[in-house]
């Protein structure tokens, strides 16, 4: 038995070795910027059951009141974890500069991965990644597949997903074209020095529209981006994400973080040739207008006449006629508000909401 027992020692040591000379190979970083722990574990796990190994994987807790590192010590064991708390939260302030903070504690690997706390990667990710990095060696930006799941972890649909090789232009083009194109800040891996050359993430409130505009940015600087053909990321779709829920008190953000895309959208469009300029223009008005019709409670006063000032001011995307033409659609909006209208609204509503259907 003792035998038995030393032979057994002697072969996991072995095995222990071998998996620190594995991973002392990685070019891999995952960081995962951490607040919330209700998904945390899930996440791990995914990680846990890649069958390739070759990453790091860094938790960025932001001061969150919850115990990350309870739930890193417990449900982390088998993965290469770095853990760093930080003394103060700046995820609820400047979610753009927090992911890069984040970003800034990576060590010595070539490749970051910004991933989520509350997201899944699908077990082939990282041994496809590798397989393609052979493949292109020269590539410096990768996309994933991406399926949305529920808070179970089941499968609501599959996303629509790029094409093999895509460029700068056809991915601000299909998203402006509405073309069922979502960003997803997790669903791309990216070179330290392709992210060192375009000076980080653009920047908007709250990081909203931020991934787009970056991933973006990143695909010019790259000349083209690659997907991976397996694997791919699982993005959870539930309540207390912040693209999901708390929408009513973000508003304002979320109109601030509209007119920023919108404005770094206009200057990136600039030295594009005259018809692609034009065309990509007009969907980035008809994008502008339509999220200005779907914001989800009703405009104040006072940011009609903001919306039709920026428009003014933006040569390719705005201008007069169309400043007149988004701020007609402010004013349909803020309409609602005006109190004899307002109890018009409601009325016909609950009158519409009693009568039978045809």
Partial sequence: MAELARAWGSSHDHMEEAKLIERSEAELAVVIPTWRGRFLAAALESLRVQTDQRFRVYICDDCSPEDIRGIVGRDGAGLDIVYHRFPSNLGGSDLVKHWERCLS???????????????????????????MRKQQPAARLFCLPVQIIDESGAVIR??????ATESADALLGA???????EGRGADHLFSRSLYEECGGFVWTPQAMYADLAS????????????????GGLR?????????????????????????????????????YPRVRRRQLSRD??????????????????????????????LPHVGGRFRAGRVWLTWFRTDIR???????WCRWKYR????QPPP
Avoid at 285 to 312: A, C, T
């Fill in 175 to 181: 998203f402006l074209a509405r073309q069922g194109r």
């Fill in 284 to 313: 980035m008005f008809r994008n502008y207008r339509g999220d200005i019709r779907n914001l989800p409670s009703l405009p104040v006063k006072g940011e009609g006449m903001k919306i039709f000032k920026q428009l003014w001011g």
């Fill in 105 to 131: 504690q990576v060590g010595q690997e070539d490749w970051l991965w910004l991933f989520a706390d509350d997201d899944e990667a699908m077990p082939e990710t990282v041994a496809e990644f590798y397989r």
């Fill in 158 to 163: 599959n996303a629509v997903n790029p094409p």
């Fill in 215 to 230: 991933w973006v940015v990143f695909t010019e600087a790259a000349g083209t981006k690659y997907r991976l053909s397996e």
């Fill in 351 to 354: 009158r519409d909401q009693l």
């Fill in 337 to 343: 508000s005006w109190p004899l209208i307002s109890v």
């Fill in 235 to 271: 993005w959870r779709q539930h309540s207390d994400s912040v693209s999901q829920g708390g929408w009513e008190g973000s508003r304002i953000v979320f109109l601030d973080a509209l007119m920023t895309f919108t404005e770094w959208a206009d200057g990136f469009i600039a030295e």
